[in-house]
């Protein structure tokens, strides 16, 4: 194998990587995104229940709420994906 065929075999593998990883984007990011949305919302039900003197009862419904949004949105991300993947077939 001469320089010109590792550097087209190079191109060639960088341009499937790229690929790959555009694809795959979303969804490495969904995972942080369901942890981030399920944390502040523990947080923020923890901080209102310390200011009404209601614990748990803010914790709890805040978290439910965190879940929920999460799935929702996790739910939306992926319907979209497969909505662009059969529009490109």
Avoid at 2 to 8: P, Q, V
Avoid at 17 to 42: A, H, R, Y
């Amino acid at each position: 194998m001469d320089k010109e065929d590792k550097k087209k075999y190079i191109r060639l593998i960088r341009s499937k990587d790229s690929k790959i990883l555009k694809e795959l984007s979303p969804f490495m990011i969904m995972g942080w995104q369901m942890v981030l949305t399920i944390v502040l919302c523990g947080i923020l039900g923890w901080w209102l229940d310390k200011q009404f003197d209601t614990k748990p009862w803010l914790l709890i419904g805040f978290l439910f709420f965190g879940v929920f949004a999460a799935m929702v949105s996790f739910l939306k991300t992926a319907a979209n994906y497969n909505k662009k993947k059969n529009n490109k077939i």
